[in-house]
Each structure stands twice: as structure tokens, then as C-alpha cells.
């Protein structure tokens, strides 16, 4: 994996243009969405189609295999806000092992951590902020590396019974 | 012509009289070579952002004895991030005052804060437009804005 990929979710024009700059600044790929509807759409996940899922694919409904390693997202937007989106995607098979994090100008963190935010930024998000992010992309990519070495084995070895 | 000497004090002097916070010296570490127009960029989008959330505001407030505080609310809610995204800490500090003002519905303090906001939304944006003049005025002579 060359870079990891951020999807940056934000109703605000200038906070969307400053949390890309700051993702940019620390080498992630960015892609930056303006609503949570358009981050599952992104994500390839769609209400109806949510029940349907395999486990472990990534963008099962579309044809394009869209990689996301972490998802940062405002807490206050119209329509989806960052609390349902973040619920969305745990609540997700293929999604839920994704990172998430919420930033917000007040101080809204409580019951975050429950519902699965790694973290809580408060606005304006600063560069020492970012610096944050890696630690929870390298946890899970490791996670990754190790449910992709078990499905590995689990294909090869049919009759040996999984391990976890 | 302007010297680097009078931008670094212009510059101060909005420090100082609190036009602008930390955030702004933020924005400015996010610019280099490959972004060399990021902050006039963001800026600019916050004046276009900024002036159409104005507009808004006056249709709200201009209801006079029907106004619609939840929505007025929300657009100075928008304003308040926006201004706190780029250190635009006056205009921040009359969002937050007209935010408690909406919070208890009083119609004459609203009115009040419109008119505050647009002062100081004209009083910064001046200030930048002065601000940025300098800066381009010493790259255009060879200079570089100190950081």
C-alpha cells in the first residue's frame, strides 16, 4: 500500500480546503466529500443494500474496488451528521473496521468513544492533530495484514478449524 | 513601496488588536511552494462564504418581530466556524455573542449583532485586503514574505 487514503467529510467550503491541506501535508491521499450521504455513496455503501453484505468486502455493491484506510468527519451537518455517519459505518461489515474520527468546534466528544470514534478533534484542526492519525492507520493496517494471513489460511486449510 | 519591515509590523498590529489568533499563523505554515497561494485562497473563500451568510442574515433578522432564531442560529453558526478557521477572532467573538442572543430569543440583541458582524466582517476583511497588497507588492519587487 503506497499511501493511505483519507475520505475528510465537511459541510464547510473552507473547513473541507484546510483539513485536505493538513492531510495533504502529512503524505495521505485525500478524497474530501461534503456530506455524510456522499461518504457512504463514496464508500460504495447504500441504505437498502446494507443488510446484503459479505463480510470482509470492500465496496461490495459497486464495481469499483474503493479503498478507504481512515474517515475524518465534522460532527455538525446538515441532513447526516457526523454521529449518524459514524453509527453508519459501525454498524457496517465492510466498513466497520475503519477508523474514524470527528472533529467539531464544541466540545461534543462524550459517548463518542462508545459508538467507535478513535478520536475527537476540536476545530479548528491543527497540523499536531493530524500527526495523531498515523498511529490508528498502522493499527490497522496490521489488522488488516492479519485477517487477510488468516483468510489465507482458512481458503488453504478447510478442514483445520479457525483459530480466533 | 512597502518594506518587509512595515509588513512584519502591519502584520503585529493585527495580532494584537485581535483580528487575528494562532489559527491564522496556522493557515501560513500550510503554504509553500507547491500551495504558494493558500492562505489568499482560503481567505477569499471565507469572504465569498462570509458575505452570502451576511445576506442571509439580514433577510432573517429583517422579519423584525418574526424571526426565525433557530435558523438565524445556524447561520451564525456557520460564520463563527468559518472566521475560527482562518483567525478572524473579532468576527468570531460577535458570532459567539449572537449565538446566546438567538439562544434567548431577544430580537434587540440580534439586531445589535448584525450590525457588530458587518462592522467587523468589513473592518478584517480591509485588513486583509491591506495585508495581502503588502505581501504582493514585496514578491512582485523580488522580496519574500517572512514566515
Redesign the interface.
Known amino acids: 500500500m503506497a499511501q493511505f487514503h483519507v475520505l475528510a467529510v465537511d459541510d464547510s467550503v473552507i473547513d473541507r480546503m484546510l483539513i485536505e491541506r493538513l492531510l495533504k501535508t502529512s503524505s495521505f491521499h485525500v478524497t474530501v466529500v461534503d456530506s455524510g450521504t456522499k461518504a457512504l455513496k463514496f464508500l460504495g455503501l447504500v441504505e437498502d443494500e446494507v443488510r446484503n453484505e459479505k463480510p470482509h468486502s470492500i465496496a461490495a455493491e459497486t464495481d469499483q474496488v474503493v479503498e478507504v484506510n481512515l474517515i475524518i468527519t465534522d460532527y455538525c451537518m446538515p441532513g447526516m451528521t457526523g454521529y449518524d455517519l459514524l453509527r453508519k459505518i459501525k454498524e457496517s461489515n465492510s466498513l466497520k473496521d475503519i477508523p474514524v474520527v470527528i472533529m467539531s468546534s464544541e466540545n461534543v466528544h462524550q459517548g463518542l468513544t462508545e459508538e467507535g470514534a478513535e478520536e475527537f478533534f476540536l476545530k479548528p484542526v491543527q497540523q499536531s492533530d493530524v500527526n495523531k492519525l498515523k498511529p490508528h492507520l498502522l493499527k490497522t493496517k496490521v489488522k488488516n495484514e492479519d485477517d487477510l494471513i488468516n483468510n489465507k489460511r482458512r481458503i488453504h486449510n478447510n478442514a483445520i478449524p479457525l483459530k480466533n | 513601496m512597502y518594506s518587509v519591515a512595515q509588513l512584519v509590523e502591519y502584520t503585529s498590529s493585527l495580532f494584537q488588536q485581535g483580528f487575528l489568533d494562532d ?1 491564522f499563523n ?2 501560513q ?2 503554504q509553500d511552494e507547491s ?1 504558494p497561494n ?1 492562505v489568499v ?2 481567505v477569499t ?2 469572504f465569498e ?1 462570509a458575505e452570502k451568510l451576511l445576506n442571509q442574515l439580514e433577510k432573517e433578522i429583517g422579519q423584525e418581530n418574526n424571526i426565525d432564531f433557530k435558523r438565524v442560529d445556524a447561520l451564525v ?2 460564520l ?3 472566521s ?3 483567525g478572524a477572532q473579532r468576527v468570531q467573538r460577535v458570532c459567539i455573542a449572537f449565538k446566546n442572543y438567538c439562544e434567548e430569543k431577544n430580537v434587540e440583541g440580534c439586531f445589535k449583532s448584525l450590525q457588530d458582524i458587518k462592522q467587523e466582517y468589513t473592518l478584517v476583511k480591509t485588513k486583509f485586503e491591506t495585508l495581502f497588497k503588502m505581501e504582493q507588492q514585496i514578491f512582485a519587487a523580488g522580496g519574500s514574505a517572512p514566515r
Do not use: A, C, R, T
Open positions: 489559527q496556522q493557515l505554515l500550510l500551495n493558500f485562497e482560503v473563500l471565507f462564504d453558526h456557520q463563527k466556524g468559518s475560527s478557521s482562518i
